[in-house]
């Protein structure tokens, strides 16, 4: 299997990635499709698709195998269901696939290549993941309206309060990156902070630790100092 694309995403590394697509609607970026994919005739018609499913590796977790059982983050990481029930990343094949909104299909020269470039939105990928195919969203066969999810009936809602410090404030830009669309970075961090990123068994156990993420290029420190509160406590821009 060869990659078809690369995902330029906001998130600079896993941690504090919303667990599906679509949850933090702010994360924007692009898949750059190249070699013979860069091609506009590989894309002709994509832009009458309003969503696209990506097929991607989980390539920063694929090397280090798969279980039979897993514990999925909803039920609290204690519980174990069979991997074939779950959206794990470590899977045989370390295959995932995410639902994202198609903003803009262009076909460009980057580099001296050409380049496909798809805008996206609602991205649950980190930078550089690699794609190995992309398929047009059907709705008349994908959207089923009464299907059941067993433990995953419900989409987890925003259940923190984000607050922001002086000194986080200060440190907001919304200097437009090249390797990005243009995106509020308030937004995202409040979009992805609120989703609680800590790990089940660290919640509600841990006010005095400060936790950091890479988001959109800025190295962004927070912490919980109550059990429904998330506060940003500094941002500083990665070079
Ligand atoms: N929507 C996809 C699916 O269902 O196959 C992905 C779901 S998976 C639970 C989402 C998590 O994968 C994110 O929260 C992030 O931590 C992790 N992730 C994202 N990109 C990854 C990559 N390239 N390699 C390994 N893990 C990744």
Redesign the pocket.
């Given at each position: 299997m060869i990659a078809i694309g690369t995902?330029r995403?906001p998130?600079g590394e896993?941690?504090?990635?919303?667990?599906?697509?679509g949850l933090a609607p702010e994360a924007l970026g692009y898949c750059d499709l190249t070699g013979e994919f860069g091609v506009a005739e590989t894309v002709r018609g994509l832009n009458q698709f309003s969503h696209i499913w990506l097929i991607?590796?989980?390539?920063?977790?694929?090397a280090k195998g798969w279980q039979p059982l897993v514990r999925p983050?909803r039920l609290g990481g204690n519980k174990k269901v069979g991997v074939f029930a779950?959206?794990?990343?470590f899977r045989p094949n370390?295959?995932?696939?995410?639902?994202v909104e198609l903003v803009d299909v262009e076909s460009l020269n980057i580099d001296g290549q050409p380049t496909n470039r798809l805008t996206l939105r609602g991205l649950?990928?980190?930078d550089?993941?690699?794609v190995l195919d992309i398929k047009p969203y059907l709705p008349y066969a994908e959207a089923i309206t009464d299907a059941k999810a067993g433990y995953a009936d419900e989409k987890p809602s925003g259940q923190l309060a984000v607050i922001w410090s002086q000194a986080a404030l200060q440190g907001l830009t919304n200097k437009p990156s090249a390797q990005l669309p243009t995106l509020d970075i308030k937004v995202l961090i409040e979009q992805v902070l609120s989703q609680d990123p800590r790990p089940a068994y660290q919640a509600g156990k841990d006010s005095d630790r400060i936790y950091g993420v890479k988001l959109a290029s800025m190295d962004v420190k927070f912490h919980f100092p109550a059990p429904t509160v998330v506060e940003v406590l500094s941002l500083v821009a990665l070079c």
């Open positions: 995902i995403s998130y896993k941690f504090a990635i919303p667990r599906q697509p991607f590796q989980f390539h920063q977790t694929v983050p779950s959206r794990s990343t370390g295959i995932g696939m995410s639902l649950d990928l980190v550089g993941t690699p």
